[in-house]
């Protein structure tokens, strides 16, 4: 599988697993009702930079930009990835109309 289509699979992925916890976030009495939609973003960055992480994808090497830092490629894949799939398919529809 190339680099492009894992992305993808785990941006899915990571919508998915929101999905799932977005039910046991809103059913958490202590949580104010304003806090609940941020607890939910910060979940789906941190799922994304985990599976960023955890498959070494690199969002400057997929794009084949020679970066000193690899780590903050995947930084950056992490934070696409978490951004769930619409965001990961404007992100490489942007670069590729450059």
């Known amino acids: 599988m190339n680099g492009i289509a894992a992305v993808f699979v785990l941006a899915v992925a990571v919508e998915k697993v929101v999905q799932v916890l977005k039910d046991l976030i809103y059913k958490i009495p202590f949580l104010p009702d304003s806090f609940r939609p941020f607890t939910l973003e910060l979940i789906s960055l941190g799922c994304g930079l985990l599976f960023a992480f955890g498959a070494g994808l690199d969002a ?8 000193s830092y690899p780590w903050l490629g995947m930084v950056v894949m992490g934070l ?3 951004k769930g799939s619409n ?3 404007d992100f490489f529809h942007a670069y590729q109309k450059k």
């Open 87 to 89: 965001f990961a398919h």
């Open 60 to 67: 400057m090497q997929l794009m084949g930009i020679k970066f």
């Open 80 to 82: 696409v990835i978490g």
